[in-house]
């Protein structure tokens, strides 16, 4: 509406201009009323210099408005006011629109501070640094976790960590990392998680911090709660019968001995009792033998020799090394890889071990099925991952012993050592992997190992 008026504002003064001129041709032309033709002239002046001063108003409001935008050290209710009465209108919707801007900025300001408040109150430490390693921001928690006061640039904790200054300059986006940190006889974990962002053309990295320490602890504890309640159930099993029964060994032979007897006789019957306590005392301390060598393999893992093979070939090797039992008990195998030269770079020989012991799982997971099958399938979720399915449509596994199946030695199996899912999760970790596992009873068990390819995924961000 206000450049509607302008353009009106501009018509009606040209047209005054230009009948004005006009009338003053025609009486020029006649030769008459020489003073009314010097008046019409003079106005004719007045006329112009009026539209030039119109013009000057508009192009100096303009300048002003380019050149005096609020800002912060500007009081909101400044105005403009040295033009004339005849452009007041103008001049009010010029103050009027440098109010509405000026609001605006105190608008920005208070959630520019709302945004500062928060951040600084954050329970999770927060830094922003430039290619240099400039820090723009830093919150409470970020130096509380650092010991610093003031930090200028990431070189500055040198002092407390070098790995931890290594690991801020080389995380790309989506990188985690755990670094110790020792500070004055005190140690703690902080998980590290890095985000690349680009803000008007200039590369910046927002790292995140966490002490994790009390968590840690916490797990290590429970950890060690657990390992302590395995061991101590397995070798009191075999403990207590071997102790039991050479009590009894011991008390038979005694009595024997203290008859005082020249020639020792014992009868048959209680020969075999005490065979059959010294072959139980041997099942039951080869049974502990195991149990120690079953505990020994969970530590000595060996670090996986990754390099690229076909998914097909591993099912392939899988289900050729298992393919008695998997006749024996009339199983269907069903393989399905997308792409079919679908490609995964991991330790062929440890992954085959983890799916020998789901498959195995899955064989004697089944009862009276009248169709037992077996899916064992694979795909790409993206450039840098593939997973792994081992699908049974088996009996399935109640919720009290699924969130347990990972446990060492925890097994529901007569005859099982209850190691090989949690070898099988060591193994994936060691890949730096995952296995997942999902149940239901009586419709079966579904496993998946996720594998990631940390060089694809790094040229992928590259």
Known sequence: MGY????????????????????????????????????????????IVSLLKFLD?????????????????????????????????????????????????????????????????????????????????????AKNLLKVKHLKNISGLTNLSRPLVKSFQELRTGGQDLIKIQHEGYTYQLSIYAIELTLKGEQFKLITLQNIQSELEEKEMEAWQNLIRVLTHEIMNSVTPISSLAATVDGDISNNINKNMDHYEISKEDLDDIHMAIRTIQRRSEGLIRFVSDFRNLTRIPIPQLKEVKVKEIFQRVVTLLKHDLEQVNIEVITTIIPTDLLVRVDPELIEQVMINIVKNAIQAF???????????????????????????????????LSKIFIPFFTTKKNGSGIGLSLSKQIMRQHKGAIKVVSNIDEGTEFSLRFEDQELEKAAVV
């Open 57 to 141: 108003i508009n192009r100096k409001l303009i300048v002003q408005f380019k050149e005096q935008r609020p800002t912060e050290h500007q009081e909101a209710n400044q105005s403009t006011s040295w033009a004339g009465n005849d452009d007041q209108d103008l001049l009010q919707r010029y103050n009027s629109l440098q109010q509405k801007l000026s609001n605006l900025h105190h608008e920005k300001d208070a959630d520019s501070q709302y945004l500062k408040t928060i951040v600084q109150h954050l329970g999770i430490g927060l830094i922003t640094f430039d290619h240099n390693g400039d820090i723009q921001i830093i919150n409470t928690t």
């Open 367 to 401: 009862e009276e099925e009248p169709q037992k099958q077996i899916s064992l399938s694979a795909r790409r979720d993206d450039i840098s991952t593939v997973t792994l399915c081992i699908k049974d449509n088996g009996s399935g596994i109640d919720e009290e012993a």
């Open 4 to 47: 509607s008026q302008f353009k009106l504002n501009l018509l009606l003064r040209v047209a005054a201009i230009a009948f004005s001129s006009f009338l003053m041709a025609g009486f020029i032309q006649d030769g008459l009323f020489r003073l009314l033709t010097l008046l019409i002239f003079a106005l004719v002046i007045f006329q």
